[in-house]
Nanobody
Framework: VQLQASGGGLVQAGDSLRLSCAAS????????MGWFRQAPGKEYEFVAT????????YYADSVKGRFTISRDNAKNTVYLQMNSLKPEDTAVYYC???????????????????WGQGTQVTVSS
């Protein structure tokens, strides 16, 4: 299984970015997906998760109302639309997927087995 994240960049506070994560190696639509981030010197932080068909989503309080997770199962891709970006959103963003189909959604790093390589998001003030 491979996860390839892209779309990061350097933006100003208030701007928007859309991250993409292309998956390959198994039936994408069978698994929940998630986004996490890691700021320098900090632990991984859960950002958002989405169920197999996209009907259920869940967000960290810090991004609720600003970020939207979505997926296109025909394209084997999950997205993270990030609006109203803040300097505290600066981090490396990772997409991830569990090894099991048992999870409808998943919010903990321990529930995820496959991780993408990360894409840097930097928000300047």
């Amino acid at each position: 299984v491979q996860l390839q994240a892209s779309g990061g960049g350097l933006v100003q506070a208030g701007d928007s970015l859309r991250l993409s994560c292309a998956a390959s190696g198994r039936t994408f639509s069978n698994y929940a997906m998630g986004w996490f981030r890691q700021a320098p010197g900090k632990e991984y932080e859960f950002v958002a998760t989405i169920s197999r068909r996209g009907g259920t989503t869940y967000y960290a309080d810090s991004v609720k109302g600003r970020f939207t997770i979505s997926r296109d199962n025909a394209k084997n891709t999950v997205y993270l639309q990030m609006n109203s970006l803040k300097p505290e959103d600066t981090a490396v963003y990772y997409c991830a997927s569990p090894s099991t189909i048992s999870y409808t959604i998943a919010t903990m790093t321990a529930q995820y087995y496959y991780w993408g390589q990360g894409t840097q998001v930097t928000v300047s003030s």
